[in-house]
């Protein structure tokens, strides 16, 4: 690993922020002393009223109505309290633009810590009878820091160390607007709150390592020396709420998780925010003895939109960070504002507009809207796929995104519509999620190992948690880890002498296998095993390690028809027991399962079981097998799942590229991630604005499989200094694949990709 120090300049993402507002309402109506209950709304002035006006004209005209709250700064209106007759009358006083109900969001961990079943199994103890609730277990968390003076964490914090200001204050830092970061904080909570909100692990001892600075972001020299730190202190859990595009088993990261997993640390991290496309899980997730985790939605109501007239259509929403939530109770007229341009947008007051990505920023786009006087805005993606997207400025608008297949169907509806002189319209539907996986969440396998991943998913959809000053609900893998790190510590307080393999198989074992709303069984690497589950997790009485299994690839020329895998079965109970082992889904033409009819296993010991899958050549019609290994004769039924690619799969070819100085004049590195090698590699020079090629920075032949590091000089080179698109090729076997991004050859400044081929 000392090898690659040259790579601390790679830039780990967290992937996480997806912000939405939460805001508590006092249930005023007894107050108040009116029969009709009270609600709360959020009134938006028009630029030319004044506060101090509309006050006035509230007071004169509806003298029932409480002003609550005045805005001025981010947003610029009132909050009103009055019933729905008296709003009704709010809304047609002049100065008033809109009015929008206030909603109540009430702390997502009471929802998502119980539906883990972590609630349930406070009251059994451990082997020194005490209740299960992470007490002495020490859980590292590397983050943005923490606000250690928040009451619901307070008592549990015990330390750590700031690797991005180098002292031992891991205190949540300041973004660019110099505003407190928030994510380690949040994480921290879902761990092991105990206030207001309480953790999965309420009691664990809480150690913040500091590594990821502004905005967000760390090195892989900070993450590495975090992980090295945590070793140093003995944690036993280890949360890793963050990641890097790289798909690959031998990155820094991951292999420095293996390590910590080989000295009896827990390691936890997310598999990332790139869904729903395969391979997009990234290192850290990546680590094979880590414990990696998808988000799956708890018990919800998500918003989605249909239109009038045509109910069948259903359209979810995903939040834009930084702006208002969609609670919209009344139908909204519905138009098309093109890009969002300012000029695009002269029909928009009062309106939802549906607006197309690309041409401005997005944030832009969003400004737009709301100086227009449009009531929402929806934008719908420009390539295929949905999409997450945020503002650093807090916008006071509500903002979603939606692939662009929904998008073009509401723009085929808008136009019908104004042929047909009607506007279209707007309805908004709550609909009942749960244990759905997150669009967002990243799928596996891993590329060159084709492990499975993510190992299991728990909730990480609107999950309230701690964040300086308050709570808050955030979005993401980053908040479904920490659910598994606090379940990971309640099994070792529990299991003291466990060793992190046999942590790991407890979760997977007893996880609970997810069916999408079709009711089809989401594939292994998509859930892992599937969804936490607590209750079972330390009830039972068989570990079966590995918790899924990887056959690999079968190809052409491949003289294996069979593939064989070992499976340790553990009998942690009393008494002898006798395992069956049997494929969930039977058996498929073109394959066959072999494996022992059973297995007995006395009390206290294991024994190992070899599994094998036979293809038969030729027989076989299809890309890939996945599915169930069923073991039975515990106190709970164990599901593996397994996969095998019948031929090379259709991997991502360059999974990262990084450009930075070397030290010496005019002379830079770069590093490229190639997952299985390539016989062409090319970097081409475009001028950012015309497009106009510039010239090869660089090209080679036959690179190995892994990481790529070279060395490239503009003495002598026809390549000036300056600013470029850089599109990255990659040709292996009859594969070839371009990412885009931008560099600088000023000062060697890499932007974010542009997007990578998945």
Known sequence: MADRSAIKAIILFIFCFIFMGTTFV????????????????????????????????????????????????????????????????IRRIDGISRADAAVSYPPALNESVPFIGAESIRGQLDENGVQLTGEGIKVGIIDTGIDYNHPDLADNFKGGYDFVDRDDDPMEGKDKNGKDTMHGTHVAGIIAANGNVRGVAPEAEI????????????????????????????????????????????????????????????????????????????SPGTSKSAISVGASIPPLKMPVLSLLGEEELAIPLQPFQGTMPWTFRRDLPLVHGGLGMEKDLKNARNKAVLVERGGIPLAQKIVNARKAGAAAIIIYNNVSGTFMAGTEERQPIPAVTIDREDGEKLLEAINKHESDDAPAVLKTVLKEETDHMAFFSSRGPVTSSWDIKPDVVAPGVEIDSTVPHGYLALNGTSMAAPHVAGAAALIKQAHPNWKPEQVKAAI?????????????????????????????????????????????????GDDRDVHTKKLVIENHSDEEKTYQL????????????????????????????????????????????????????????IKIPYLLFINEPDYPRIGAFELHPSGKPDEFLYEAYIPGGAEEFEIALYNPDTYQFEGILDTQKNLEAGLVESKISLKGSPIKEGKYRAVIYVKSGDKEETIETFINLDEAVIAPSLGEKR
């Not at 039977?586 to 206290?604: A, D």
């Open 26 to 89: 006092p249930d005023t109506a007894a107050a108040a002393g009116q029969s009709e209950p009270a609600e709360t709304v959020i009134l938006a002035l028009e630029s030319g009223t004044t506060i101090a006006e509309a006050e006035k004209r509230i007071a004169d005209q509806v003298p029932q109505a409480l002003v609550t709250e005045r805005y001025s700064e981010a947003f610029h209106g009132l909050a009103v309290e009055a019933t729905s007759s008296q709003i009704e009358e």
């Open 508 to 556: 997977m074992n007893t996880a609970v296998s997810l069916t999408d709303p079709n009711g089809n069984a989401y594939p292994p690497f998509v859930q892992g095993a599937g969804r936490v589950n607590m209750q079972k997790a330390l009830r039972t009485d068989t570990l079966v390690a590995p918790g899924a299994l990887s056959f690999g690839v079968w190809g052409e």
């Open 207 to 282: 150690y913040m390592y500091r590594a990821l600075g502004p905005v967000g972001q760390g090195s892989t020299e900070q993450i590495l020396a975090a992980i090295e730190k945590a070793m140093e202190d003995e944690v036993d859990v280890l949360n890793l709420s963050l990641g890097s595009p790289v798909n690959g088993p031998d990155w820094p990261t991951s292999e420095a998780l293996d390590r910590a997993a080989e000295k009896g640390i827990i390691a936890v991290t997310s598999s990332g925010n790139s869904g729903p496309s395969m391979w997009s899980v990234g």
């Open 582 to 637: 049997e494929a969930a889904n039977g058996e498929t033409i073109g394959m066959e399962w072999k494996f022992p009819e059973s297995i007995k296993v006395p009390p206290g010991e294991a024994r190992t079981v070899r599994a094998s899958l036979q293809i038969q050549p030729g027989a076989v019609e299809f890309g890939q097998l996945d599915g169930l290994l069923v073991v039975k004769g515990g106190n709970e039924t």
